[in-house]
């Protein structure tokens, strides 16, 4: 399983605790690239005695998949997954919706970090766990997405009262579900978070 997950990070996103998963990965293969690299390095060194030599080259070039690594794990090393707690609460409430954990979408201006999204066919409700959250540059970033990708009136709201939110959840559960609506609105949501 692991190594699926190696080679498919996009399968997991929107898990619980996907953030927090995917730091340890990014972290250790960092840790690995460039290990790989100094040893190449190293290895040179050792059997001709020079910097200069061909292993050199190599354990450079080695270099830019570590380093574009090396970005990935501070980016999620900045952020953190939904609190067990609220998760708990949550997962009591969204029994029969399409939810999506551990959202951050990014823009040019600012990073949107979202705890939990649900999704019913046009209508998608999210709870942040930060009081400062921007609820109207997010939506026009969200909109502005969604639309991109031919969904047109779908209506977001993001929560920051853990309690509004189950109860909000609780009354999605009642809204007519369009399986298809879900699951593009979903995968254009997964498409754009980090």
């Known amino acids: 399983m692991q190594l699926t997950r190696i080679f498919s990070a996009e399968k997991y996103k929107g898990t619980k605790n996907y953030i ?5 990965y990014e972290i250790i293969r960092t840790l690995l690239y460039f290990g790989i690299s100094i ?19 190599v354990a450079v070039l080695g270099c830019l998949p570590a380093s574009k690594s090396a970005v990935n794990a501070i980016m999620f090393l900045r952020f953190h ?19 999506l954990y551990d959202m951050v979408f990014t823009s040019y201006q600012k990073n949107y970090v979202v705890s939990h999204l649900a999704v ?22 969200i909109d502005h997405i969604l639309k991109r990708d031919g969904l ?17 959840l609780e009354q999605m559960k009642a809204l007519e579900a369009d399986e298809g609506r879900t699951e593009a609105v979903a995968a254009t949501l997964k498409s754009v978070v980090l």
């Open 20 to 24: 927090n998963s995917q730091k340890k």
């Open 39 to 57: 040893s190449l390095f190293v290895a040179g060194y050792i059997q001709t005695g020079r910097k200069t030599n061909l292993l050199t080259v």
């Open 81 to 99: 997954s939904c609190g067990e707690a609220a998760a708990a609460k949550i997962e009591e409430h969204c029994q029969g919706l399409c939810c």
């Open 120 to 141: 019913q066919g046009n209508t998608v409700c999210g709870y942040s766990g930060k009081a400062d959250f921007q609820e109207n540059d997010f939506y026009k970033h």
């Open 152 to 168: 047109k009136d779908v209506t977001v709201k993001v929560f920051t009262d853990l309690k509004k939110y189950t109860d909000r």
